[in-house]
């Protein structure tokens, strides 16, 4: 059996003779020269990193286009430093999965190396940060990563424990990225680009913005100096720059660990962490994929274009990840996820073979979305969006599913419709009351969190950091008897963190309480609702 780890790599044609591809360059030397000059970190060591981000970098690498990796850190689930990323020595098998049914294995040896912000960790990476050759720190920490505060506008525990201790004893990611900042501004200020690569809207701004937060309440009380408030303000020290990212990463198939372990890999088993990672030491995932960052990197970058990483400026950067966030993929992929889950389906790809889901998704993206799509011109947004509806979505070989996507769809609202209702309601010749099929995804999201489904049969709720608090605001509502409906969604659809709006004023909460009341009708509502107004 052969084993993924850095002294398998010389086994060059065992790995060919089962169809999986090596790296080019010397992986221990790389790791060396990483070591005493770090140039990337990267914060959040999941799939989309694995997969996409760690990919990149060994592709500069194999062209000598580089000569370090990166590190990455994580700081919410330090297993999977610890069961993924250890014992295979940072390597990760990426099998990319085609709509033909082939599958492309290629092992991916970018990553030097693999910390976590524990007490050793910490240490290490506030040596790296010292480094005055350290270009970037990108990020895919989820969009709940960069939240301070709940939906009622309060800090969150962690966070206001974190303001009141100091850098020192910083926990939240925001905290400890402020924290690393400060040792690099005291070692010489050295410039720095902090990178968001996660589905926010405006992502560099939200990083920039919880950054400043955290850094003016320690320079309140005494923990840093005002000059830091200028090093994080100066452009020319630190930037933020927005970043587009696209790439479908799901959880790992047993179907692909079935076929690494009849290649005779060993040890390609998932495992599911205390805090409920389901992760592997392969990542399976979509071929297309995009990222388009804002070229504003005061220190210096790996050349990523010759990887296929667009660079451009902050304008056409917005332009995409709102044709990508807002529009043409991720609105369509919240539906799928409420409504397949409702629906009893497990298979995205399978809920594009459902006429009344198809034709949902088709509604949000050609007739609501796209009219406040404005072309970014280095992507077609038509082109884009029939991929995602034609290639991407139904694609029977990648095996994501809806229960994935519902993971935290609080934090997503506000990016992949509220940007959407707001567009409408910025523009004179398009009415926002027209908008029906978003406010039917609403409507379907707070049925979806009622916990039971179509057939009224428990259903499990994915985790989302609001779940408590809206669990509690829906308490009462019984599914079969809309008489217990007594106002409890008002609160919900009035908080302009929802959306980004009050729903009510812009018109819009009236018709979600009524397609929801349609919605809890009984056994069956569900899909009578869907077949309703999708027949």
């Known amino acids: 059996m052969l084993k993924m780890n850095a002294a398998s790599l010389r086994w060059k044609a065992e790995w060919q003779g089962i169809g999986v591809e090596t790296p080019s360059f010397d992986y221990p030397s790389m790791v060396a020269?990483?070591?005493?000059?770090?140039?990337?970190?990267?914060?959040?060591?999941?799939?989309?990193?694995?997969?996409?981000?760690?990919?990149?970098?060994?592709?500069?690498?194999?062209?000598?286009?580089?000569?370090?990796?990166?590190?990455?850190?994580?700081?919410?689930?330090?297993?999977?430093?610890?069961?993924?990323?250890?014992?295979?020595?940072?390597?990760?098998?990426?099998?990319?999965?085609?709509?033909?049914?082939?599958?492309?294995?290629?092992?991916?040896?970018?990553?030097?190396?693999?910390?976590?912000?524990?007490?050793?960790?910490?240490?290490?990476?506030?040596?790296?940060?010292?480094?005055?050759?350290?270009?970037?720190?990108?990020?895919?920490?989820?969009?709940?990563?960069?939240?301070?505060?709940?939906?009622?506008?309060?800090?969150?525990?962690?966070?206001?424990?974190?303001?009141?201790?100091?850098?020192?004893?910083?926990?939240?990611?925001?905290?400890?990225?402020?924290?690393?900042?400060?040792?690099?501004?005291?070692?010489?200020?050295?410039?720095i680009a902090l990178v968001s690569m996660d589905n926010c809207s405006r992502n560099g701004e939200k990083l920039q913005s919880s950054v400043l937060t955290v850094s003016r309440a320690w320079a309140a009380q005494g923990f840093v100096d005002e000059g830091f408030l200028s090093y994080l303000q100066?452009?020319?020290?630190?930037?933020?720059?927005?970043?587009?990212i696209d790439k479908i990463t799901p959880r790992p198939a047993e179907q692909v660990e079935k076929h690494l372990t009849e290649l005779g890999i060993d040890g390609m088993a998932p495992v599911i962490t205390e805090k409920k990672t389901f992760i592997a030491p392969f990542v399976n995932a979509e071929v297309p994929?995009?990222?388009?960052?804002?070229?504003?990197?005061?220190?210096?970058?790996?050349?990523?274009?010759?990887?296929?990483?667009?660079?451009?400026?902050?304008?056409?950067?917005?332009?995409?990840?709102?044709?990508?966030?807002?529009?043409?993929?991720?609105?369509?992929?919240?539906?799928?996820?409420?409504?397949?889950?409702?629906?009893?389906?497990?298979?995205?790809?399978?809920?594009?073979?459902?006429?009344?889901?198809?034709?949902?998704?088709?509604?949000?993206?050609y007739q609501e979305g796209?009219?406040?799509?404005?072309?970014?011109?280095?992507?077609?947004?038509?082109?884009?969006?029939?991929?995602?509806?034609?290639?991407?979505?139904?694609?029977?070989?990648?095996?994501?599913?809806?229960?994935?996507?519902?993971?935290?769809?609080?934090?997503?609202?506000?990016?992949?419709?509220?940007?959407?209702?707001?567009?409408?309601?910025?523009r004179a010749d398009l009415n926002v009351r027209s908008l029906f099929f978003i406010p039917l995804v609403i409507a379907g999201w707070l049925r979806y969190l009622l916990g039971v489904d179509d057939r009224l049969a428990p259903m499990t709720v994915s985790s989302d950091p609001l779940l408590p608090k809206l669990t509690q605001a829906l308490a009462g509502i019984k599914v079969g008897e809309p008489k217990t409906y007594t106002g409890q969604l008002r609160p919900i659809l009035a908080n302009p963190a929802l959306c980004g709006v009050n729903l009510y004023a812009v018109g819009l909460g009236e018709k979600i309480e009524g397609l929801f009341l349609e919605l809890i009708a009984g056994p069956g509502a569900v899909r009578a609702t869907l077949v309703k107004y999708l027949p």
């Not at 960069?146 to 506008?153: F, R």
């Not at 100066?234 to 587009?244: G, H």
């Not at 917005?318 to 044709?323: G, I, L, Q, S, V």
């Open 370 to 426: 796209m009219p406040v799509v404005v072309d970014p011109k280095i992507i077609d947004p038509h082109v884009f969006l029939r991929e995602v509806l034609n290639e991407r979505l139904p694609n029977p070989y990648l095996p994501d599913t809806p229960q994935r996507i519902a993971t935290d769809t609080s934090q997503k609202l506000p990016i992949r419709y509220g940007e959407t209702i707001k567009s409408y309601l910025a």
């Open 234 to 244: 100066d452009e020319a020290s630190v930037a933020f720059p927005w970043s587009m």
């Open 289 to 365: 994929e995009y990222l388009v960052i804002e070229d504003k990197f005061p220190n210096g970058r790996p050349p990523l274009e010759a990887a296929g990483v667009y660079f451009t400026d902050q304008e056409t950067v917005n332009k995409t990840e709102r044709m990508k966030v807002s529009t043409c993929l991720n609105p369509l992929h919240t539906a799928l996820a409420v409504f397949g889950c409702l629906l009893g389906y497990t298979s995205i790809a399978d809920e594009m073979k459902d006429a009344q889901l198809r034709a949902l998704v088709e509604k949000i993206g």
């Open 33 to 191: 020269r990483t070591a005493s000059a770090p140039a990337w970190v990267h914060f959040g060591a999941g799939n989309i990193f694995r997969g996409f981000i760690a990919r990149l970098q060994q592709e500069l690498l194999e062209a000598g286009r580089a000569e370090t990796g990166i590190i990455v850190a994580e700081t919410f689930d330090f297993e999977i430093i610890d069961r993924i990323y250890k014992p295979y020595d940072n390597l990760t098998m990426l099998v990319s999965l085609k709509p033909d049914g082939t599958k492309e294995k290629r092992i991916i040896a970018g990553v030097a190396e693999g910390l976590k912000a524990d007490t050793a960790g910490l240490r290490r990476l506030r040596e790296v940060f010292a480094h005055p050759g350290l270009q970037l720190v990108s990020f895919t920490i989820t969009e709940k990563g960069y939240a301070l505060t709940d939906l009622e506008g309060e800090l969150l525990p962690v966070v206001r424990r974190d303001l009141a201790a100091g850098p020192a004893q910083a926990v939240h990611v925001m905290s400890i990225i402020t924290a690393l900042l400060y040792t690099r501004y005291a070692a010489g200020k050295a410039p």
